[in-house]
């Protein structure tokens, strides 16, 4: 199977109680209007979302812990979540820039220990989804409720849907506005049939999909083609899918190849297979360290939006903006890129280089780090610490062209160089590198 990137590991079920304070709906202190209908129907081509009774596709990112206003600024309509901790805030800060949310509710998937076989830790989950439905159902930012984020993963006992289903039917029994999904990794026929024939009440399916997306045609016209399905992760290739160095590690893309395998992927594999979906989420608006700070991260740690955000607006909206971000190369290490394997020798000093180009002609400003390679074993998108820079290896770091001092001790690392512009926009590109002693 393969990999897949979800954000938070369930909270437990006291967190998430102690999440659930009684307040009312207020946004900018006022008082706001309750639920909206939501429904997925059926059509002469296919199936689509209905908001108010009128068309509704979803243009929306996976985000946590943002400014909601940028997604609505760059003509998204709508977020989705990993779990309930801070939802009212979530929901309040959704509604007031015109977003909705599609809310993922805390069902704990099998390799986090919950067995599926046992009717009262079943019955507990049941009745704490239960009481944040009560909780949440009216707020008018409210799109759709996620029962459970890749619970296939890892997957042992299809009963997990079983309890789906029932979370579902229960879901539609006290909140007649909102439909129901939950989110599974790829989309091939085995899993889809386990949902159809165990969690049939679901409005429609979610698939999460990075390189594998490429597949996306074959299920069009297979498993996804008499099924209403949105796309609720989609973005870079993952750290499981791409190039290796021959000590395997990944080899990240640069910003601006991952900008443009956005534009390819949306324009020649979404669209052309649009016919039963309801919408997509982009992954991840915003910055977290998945392998390394970068990755899967639209944003970098200092808030700066990548190119992937002028791809997504251009998306959204038809158009570019105004001032788009820096376009960046690859980096060289030596005169090789990671592609060729960087080796260094302890100690020794090597030029390291790098190509910006700002379509706007904004000057730029660089900067180089250095950090140890990760050493996370960690799946599914599990939390990981975040790794220090190395400090004063590299001269010249804020060049085009530096020079970098290798660590006195061998490992794995990892170069990395931003670019920024006067406009508040960044690129970045990194090559992992394996430092070596000299009498090897």
Same mark, same amino acid.
């Given at each position: 199977?393969? #990999?897949? /990137?979800?954000?938070?590991?369930p909270?437990?079920?006291?967190?998430? @109680?102690?999440a659930?304070?009684?307040?009312?709906?207020? @946004?900018? &202190?006022?008082e706001?209007?309750?639920?909206i209908?939501v429904? /997925?129907?059926?059509?002469?081509?296919?199936y689509q979302m209905?908001?108010?009774?009128?068309p509704?596709?979803?243009k929306?990112?996976?985000?946590?812990?943002? &400014?909601?206003?940028?997604?609505?600024?760059n003509?998204?309509?709508s977020?989705? %979540?990993?779990?309930?901790d801070m939802?009212?805030?979530? *929901?309040d800060a959704a509604h007031?820039?015109?977003?909705? /949310?599609?809310?993922?509710?805390?069902?704990?998937?099998?390799?986090?220990?919950?067995? !599926?076989? $046992?009717?009262?830790r079943?019955q507990?989950?049941?009745?704490l989804v239960?009481?944040?439905?009560?909780r949440y159902k009216?707020?008018?930012a409210l799109?759709a409720?996620?029962?459970?984020?890749?619970? $296939?993963?890892? +997957?042992?006992?299809?009963?997990?849907?079983?309890?789906?289903?029932?979370?579902? #039917?229960?879901?539609h029994?006290?909140?007649?506005?909102?439909?129901?999904?939950?989110?599974?990794?790829?989309?091939? %026929?085995?899993?889809?049939?386990?949902?159809?024939?165990?969690?049939?009440?679901?409005d429609?399916?979610?698939?999460?999909?990075y390189?594998?997306?490429a597949?996306?045609?074959? !299920?069009?016209?297979?498993?996804?083609?008499?099924?209403?399905?949105?796309i609720?992760?989609?973005?870079?290739?993952?750290?499981?899918?791409?190039?290796?160095?021959?000590?395997?590690a990944?080899?990240?893309?640069?910003?601006?190849? #991952?900008?443009?395998?956005?534009?390819?992927? !949306?324009?020649?594999?979404?669209?052309?297979?649009?016919?039963?979906?309801?919408?997509?989420y982009?992954?991840?608006?915003?910055?977290k360290?998945?392998?390394?700070? %970068?990755?899967?991260?639209?944003?970098?740690?200092?808030g700066?939006p990548?190119?992937?955000?002028?791809? +997504?607006?251009?998306?959204?909206?038809?158009?570019?903006?105004?001032?788009?971000?820096?376009?960046?190369?690859?980096?060289? /290490?030596?005169?090789?890129?990671?592609?060729?394997?960087?080796?260094?020798?302890?100690?020794?000093?090597y030029?390291?280089?790098?190509e910006?180009?700002?379509?706007?002609? &904004?000057?730029?400003?660089?900067?180089?780090?250095?950090?140890?390679?990760?050493d996370?074993?960690?799946?599914?998108?599990?939390?990981?610490?975040?790794? &220090?820079?190395?400090?004063?290896l590299?001269?010249d770091?804020?060049?085009?062209?530096?020079?970098?001092t290798?660590p006195?001790?061998?490992?794995? !690392?990892?170069i990395f160089?931003?670019?920024?512009?006067d406009?508040?926009?960044a690129?970045?590109?990194?090559?992992p +590198? *394996?430092?070596?002693n000299?009498?090897q």
């Amino acid at each position: 199977m393969r #990999k897949s /990137v979800c954000l938070l590991q369930p909270l437990p079920a006291i967190a998430v @109680v102690a999440a659930l304070a009684f307040c009312p709906f207020s @946004v900018a &202190d006022e008082e706001i209007e309750g639920p909206i209908k939501v429904e /997925v129907v059926k059509t002469e081509n296919g199936y689509q979302m209905l908001r108010e009774g009128k068309p509704y596709f979803v243009k929306g990112a996976g985000a946590t812990g943002s &400014d909601y206003g940028k997604v609505a600024a760059n003509g998204g309509n709508s977020i989705r %979540t990993w779990g309930v901790d801070m939802a009212l805030d979530k *929901l309040d800060a959704a509604h007031r820039h015109g977003l909705t /949310v599609a809310l993922c509710l805390p069902v704990v998937s099998e390799r986090f220990g919950f067995d !599926y076989n $046992n009717p009262v830790r079943v019955q507990e989950q049941f009745d704490l989804v239960e009481s944040i439905v009560h909780r949440y159902k009216d707020h008018p930012a409210l799109l759709a409720w996620i029962v459970g984020n890749e619970l $296939n993963y890892n +997957m042992r006992n299809p009963r997990v849907y079983d309890a789906v289903n029932d979370i579902s #039917k229960r879901i539609h029994e006290i909140d007649p506005y909102h439909p129901t999904t939950t989110t599974v990794a790829g989309a091939d %026929t085995s899993i889809v049939r386990i949902l159809q024939r165990r969690a049939p009440d679901l409005d429609f399916i979610s698939i999460q999909l990075y390189g594998a997306i490429a597949d996306l045609p074959k !299920y069009a016209k297979s498993s996804l083609r008499e099924v209403p399905f949105m796309i609720t992760e989609w973005g870079p290739l993952g750290h499981w899918e791409i190039a290796m160095t021959p000590w395997n590690a990944p080899i990240e893309h640069t910003s601006s190849e #991952k900008a443009q395998r956005l534009v390819d992927t !949306y324009n020649d594999l979404i669209l052309p297979n649009d016919s039963n979906l309801l919408g997509t989420y982009i992954f991840f608006w915003g910055q977290k360290q998945e392998r390394t700070p %970068t990755w899967y991260s639209m944003f970098l740690e200092s808030g700066e939006p990548t190119e992937a955000v002028d791809v +997504m607006y251009h998306i959204w909206n038809g158009e570019w903006p105004e001032n788009r971000a820096p376009a960046i190369g690859r980096v060289t /290490v030596g005169g090789k890129t990671a592609y060729d394997g960087i080796r260094l020798i302890v100690g020794e000093t090597y030029e390291v280089t790098v190509e910006v180009r700002d379509p706007d002609e &904004d000057p730029v400003t660089l900067l180089w780090t250095l950090k140890k390679e990760s050493d996370s074993t960690g799946e599914g998108g599990d939390f990981e610490e975040s790794i &220090d820079d190395i400090p004063f290896l590299i001269a010249d770091r804020f060049q085009s062209t530096a020079k970098l001092t290798a660590p006195p001790n061998s490992g794995n !690392y990892r170069i990395f160089v931003y670019a920024y512009d006067d406009q508040g926009n960044a690129a970045h590109a990194n090559a992992p +590198m *394996l430092v070596e002693n000299g009498s090897q």
